[in-house]
């Protein structure tokens, strides 16, 4: 089962997975946790695309998933993806999906990441391009960079989380600039001021 938390975009047909507000508190916590993580990225300007989803009408969708393992999140990441593909009410360029998977935090980062890698494959080709997806994961960790390094933060969010936007509103992106700017934005920062507003 899916919780949608968005505000008003009932016709798209991601509203199938809409449950009441009577949710469990954990839904309600991973959806507030997320918002106010997507808060912050668009504070401190992470992602050049995020204060545009925040301040257009409806244009963020949290979408919650009891999956706890690599095939759930999977088929969720899938629905997920299908269904902003066949939207027709949405802004490309600030519409953006945040499927976010509490329980699946259980689960080691190679195994969340070996998941994106898989979508990454298996989702773009599977609506003719029209998706992108990026993950999060609260332990991410590139490689080859130091663990004390402010860049990881660039990929870590609450909860294991699967972000999906619509290609053509990248289409101006730049995204050599977008990571550039990333991190020399951690670096100033520094990973002990990175990790206390993480932790908030």
């Known amino acids: 089962p899916l ?3 968005a505000g008003s975009r009932h016709r798209s047909s991601i509203a199938r997975h809409a ?3 009577a949710a469990g508190t954990w839904r309600r916590d991973a959806v507030s946790a997320t ?9 401190v300007n992470l992602c050049p695309f ?3 989803s925040l ?3 409806d244009a963020i969708s949290y979408v919650v998933t009891e999956a706890d393992n690599q095939k759930a999140f999977y088929a969720a ?3 997920c993806a299908r269904d902003l593909a066949a939207a027709s009410d949405v802004d490309p360029t600030a519409a953006i999906v945040f499927l976010v998977a509490p329980f699946y935090e259980a689960r080691d980062f190679p195994a969340f990441l070996r998941s994106v890698e898989a979508l990454e494959d298996d989702v773009l080709p599977l609506e003719n391009d029209a998706v992108q997806i990026a993950g999060f994961h609260p332990a991410w960790a590139f490689g080859g960079v130091p663990d004390d390094d402010p860049l990881h933060f660039e990929k870590r969010a609450p909860h294991p989380t ?3 936007v619509l290609v053509d509103g990248l289409e101006h992106a730049n995204s050599a600039k977008i990571a550039a700017d990333n991190e020399r934005i951690l670096s100033q920062m520094g990973v002990d001021a990175a990790a206390r507003a993480f932790a908030g």
């Open 3 to 5: 919780l949608l938390a």
């Open 19 to 21: 449950v009441d507000n």
């Open 35 to 43: 918002a106010a993580w997507a808060l912050w990225i668009a504070e």
């Open 50 to 52: 995020a204060r545009k």
């Open 55 to 57: 301040e257009t009408s």
């Open 77 to 79: 990441a899938v629905d």
């Open 162 to 164: 699967v972000s999906l």
